[in-house]
């Protein structure tokens, strides 16, 4: 019986699969996840937005240059030359907390889901680390593909029910 | 009225904190955090923890030499000799998911919780990419702080109440 | 004769200096550098601080993170565990130029100038990226070091008459 | 009134900028800079590059290898696989001065001058570093892009009146 | 004379040479090499493929990753996006060592011999580190390129007799 | 029965040793290699140092870049900051081979030998990578740990009889 999961060989070995036979397509990828934090720590955050002390903005361009490392960090994971990146987040006080959204495309041989959900990682983190001196309790959470297009695997379309 | 957020200086502008004058003292971290997935996914999981395919030796040796690299993903983050990192997964069949729980120990002027943090993550990252061949629908989450030892701020455990 | 340069043996081989026998002492450096460009590019510069589309608070991040792998860069510099850094812009409209300052500093057995000069020209090459669709003709220059503390060679001022 | 700077959204985000739409041209770029020191070091760079204690060639090294590495510095920049590097190291005695030279050529959607210009910097920072133990005065500038062949914007040659 | 060397330039200076005018073509290449050790190292290692404590697995993974981080490492080598990499062991207990195999594909400009390489002695080092707690006394050897394939240079089959 | 390899903890799974009760102490490690080839390469490497296109300066500033980075590619290794890296080569004629040889020292929890066995394989690499335009058979080996310094284990010289 074969193995699902091709990032092992018939020796049940991890190696990064051969995408030589592959079409280079069109591939694009969005990705989200949440910060779930104190109703204050939100507020701090909305605030550096409109002045200085901008937690989001370093969120960001943080997401967008750990997208370009996704290969360095994910040991099976194919390198890929990304042709757009982008990062939004969204302030939800009525649950209070940062929605981030992450779009990648590119053209290649893999897809970009992984880059999307590093991207949207990694602004986590980055907010928690700025937001942590005034709140240790944050939750990362809620990291999931939200869409995925090209390649052979089809478009995904994910049914959204999380909450 | 000071920011909260120290890593903001009096412009609000970021930068990386001063740490030269706190003292050098013995930190540890615990961090955790889940990936959901259909039982299918699960299963595959834990019959390559037997035998062959193994998933989770992947997923630890990316989490631990991700935590090595947090200062290299995290914008303000202080670079840190890392003296033990540790990364545990436990299969729960009722939930349908991976608990990812990772320890980080140092002695130093500032916390490893980013470490922790960085290292469930991207445990979390390696094993949605290794099984994202049969399920596209896996949801990283929950990622928090259990437990922070060390430095001015005093022992910091979570009240867990977070399912 | 020996060599006043201290990264060559005396075959005149490049090594990286044993730095065993030095003392931890406090080390600080402050480096500067410029961007000259056209005055509608330093206009389209100034509004986004007040607004959106803030290509400083992009360059200060990109500068900080550059800081930390300044001996990934430079050959034979030591690797250090920086204590602050911090990254200053300042708009100059009579000469129309960005003025950058970095200041690092750490306890360590070398200095942190390498670091402090490196994030400037980090800074600089990155608002001369996110400038360059409007200006081709930028020049990034002045790149020196302001003054060092710490360690054998003492407190270095530089006598600034550079222009 | 759209923003100049193609790096920023409607929102003002920072993004990295959808290239997909764009051609595979011919790339080239070239970028200058120099470093400006005392007579006796530009003496003992001299000697090194007839003799040992090679200055030049160690930072020609750091050079081509950060060309490499210029998307994990500068932001928003895009990966690219580069096609040829090449640094050249003139010694001006007039000026008292190392003028820096450096050379990248690909074929892809974005240009080069990024990579150009982090190779010139970086090889400035080099020298610095290593000859900074007999002058710590040196001053990296002028550090500008000379010609960028390829892409929409043409071919641009630098008006050259610097000095 | 021509420079055997394509490394250098006329004046002999180290760069990264052109490979604009080269055809994508498929590349492949096989590398080979050992680790030398005591039999209860060997016997160690065994143990482990067969339970708990696997010395191979983690070295595998190692290795993968650092084939992707070649042209990191090897200043003058290109960058190019692998398509596979599989990394083999296999334990002889007659000669006492650990035989390490790298097979790498991709379509390219230029071969992956380095690729394979690296991944064969980032296989060593991690078995050397991993078993230095029982034998300081292994020694990694008999690194060599086994087969290449693509480009102009043509097939190359390694004649075997190293031994 | 205890693991004799450290680098597992009681489950068997990898870890990153804790080393917080470890004492500072001075470390230094020296490892060797070599490479193998064809008497005409070896003859143009020679020529090289004497002249033009140095093989061996370019692989010695490789060499101690990545002995920098050695926590980056062997997964389990701690960080340490080093004191010294020098990295030495010796043309040996009758055996046509370059010898390599690595000496590094720090004051740390942990030794340097991998850093110093990392150095000896990427001088190696790189030497390979300049050479094979007109040597495809050249094979590194014979790397080994010459002689260890510092820490709990003590003093380790080989027995050479390595040949």
Redesign the interface.
Known sequence: MQ???????E??????????AKADT?RRAVAR?TVMMAPATLR?IRE?TL?????L??A???A??????T??????????????????FELDEGASQVMITAQV?????TGV??EA??AV??A???I???????D??????????LE?QGGR?GH?V?KEA?R
């Open positions: 193995d699902p999961l091709s990032h092992f060989d020796q049940g070995q991890a190696h990064m699969v051969d995408v030589g069109e996840g701090r550096g002045a200085k002390g901008d937690v903005s370093v960001r361009v943080a967008i240059m750990a997208a370009k490392r290969p360095e960090l994910i040991p099976l994971c194919h390198a890929l030359m990304l042709h757009r990146v982008a990062v939004d495309t590119t053209t290649g041989k889901e992984m959900l590093t990682t990694v986590g983190l980055t928690y680390d700025m937001c942590k001196a005034m240790r309790s944050m939750v990362i959470g809620e990291i999931r593909l995925k695997s995904f994910r999380v």
